[in-house]
């Protein structure tokens, strides 16, 4: 019997249908044929529209600066799910991590305990999600900052929220234009207005 007869796939352009109970974390590594970047929310798979210009181009400004940032301790990755638990595996835009979390090239998912920033750049159909659903699971899980990434004129504005421990929920500490700048977790600065910008 295939895999795909398994998981209820029944032709080239089937949905799979899902087991009594709703998916897990570890479907995700096993489902056949999933497209990508599908996350688990809540027992069920989130397939995400066509990336626009403005979020490939956010992810890439961040991504980057971040890597040219992050002290040594740390890592940056792009697009990779962290497994909060059986029933959620969300994939961040950007996140950092502890380095020594890096287990391989065949990782497919990070612990919420070795994430240190989890990034969300907001499309059309992410913005129930990332508003207002991940930075709930996020937090419950205890990831120390989140920044939610908005467009303003194709410019990134950026949200930076910080965990309470007291209250498991994330507090506003600020909304930056034009230029990011903080001093947790870590010393961070970056020109936002150069998302646009090519590299020569």
Same mark, same amino acid.
């Given at each position: 019997? #295939? &895999?795909?007869? !398994? $998981?209820? /796939? @029944?032709?080239? $352009?089937?949905?799979?249908?899902?087991? *009594?109970?709703?998916?897990?974390?570890? !479907?995700?590594?096993?489902?056949?044929?999933?497209?990508?970047?599908?996350?688990?929310?809540?027992?069920? /798979?989130?397939?995400?529209?066509?990336?626009?210009?403005?979020? #490939?181009? %956010?992810?890439? /400004? +961040?991504?980057?600066?971040?890597? %040219?940032?992050?002290? @040594?301790?740390?890592?940056?990755?792009?697009?990779?799910?962290?497994?909060?638990?059986?029933?959620?595996?969300? *994939?961040? !835009?950007?996140?950092?991590?502890? &380095?020594?979390?890096?287990?391989?090239?065949?990782?497919?998912?990070?612990?919420?305990?070795?994430? +240190?920033?989890?990034?969300?750049?907001? =499309?059309?159909?992410?913005?129930?999600? @990332?508003? *207002? +659903?991940?930075?709930?699971?996020?937090? &419950?899980?205890?990831?120390?900052?989140?920044?939610?990434? *908005?467009?303003?004129?194709?410019?990134?504005?950026?949200?930076? $929220?910080?965990?309470?421990?007291?209250?498991? =929920? $994330?507090?506003?500490?600020?909304?930056?234009?034009?230029?990011?700048?903080?001093?947790?977790?870590?010393?961070?600065?970056?020109?936002?207005? =150069?998302?646009?910008?090519?590299?020569?």
């Amino acid at each position: 019997m #295939s &895999a795909a007869h !398994d $998981y209820g /796939l @029944d032709g080239d $352009y089937a949905w799979p249908r899902p087991p *009594e109970g709703g998916w897990t974390a570890d !479907d995700l590594d096993r489902l056949p044929n999933l497209p990508p970047h599908t996350e688990l929310i809540d027992g069920s /798979l989130i397939f995400v529209s066509p990336q626009t210009n403005f979020h #490939s181009r %956010a992810i890439r /400004l +961040l991504e980057n600066a971040l890597l %040219a940032q992050v002290p @040594d301790e740390l890592d940056v990755q792009r697009e990779m799910t962290i497994k909060l638990n059986e029933r959620n595996r969300p *994939e961040p !835009d950007v996140m950092v991590f502890k &380095a020594d979390a890096d287990i391989g090239p065949g990782q497919t998912w990070y612990r919420p305990e070795d994430v +240190l920033i989890a990034v969300e750049v907001v =499309s059309k159909d992410s913005e129930e999600r @990332d508003r *207002e +659903l991940k930075p709930r699971k996020y937090a &419950a899980v205890g990831i120390p900052h989140y920044w939610r990434v *908005e467009q303003n004129n194709g410019l990134p504005v950026i949200y930076v $929220y910080e965990l309470d421990p007291m209250t498991t =929920s $994330y507090v506003p500490m600020g909304i930056f234009h034009n230029r990011l700048k903080l001093t947790e977790p870590f010393p961070i600065d970056i020109d936002l207005t =150069s998302v646009n910008r090519r590299r020569r």
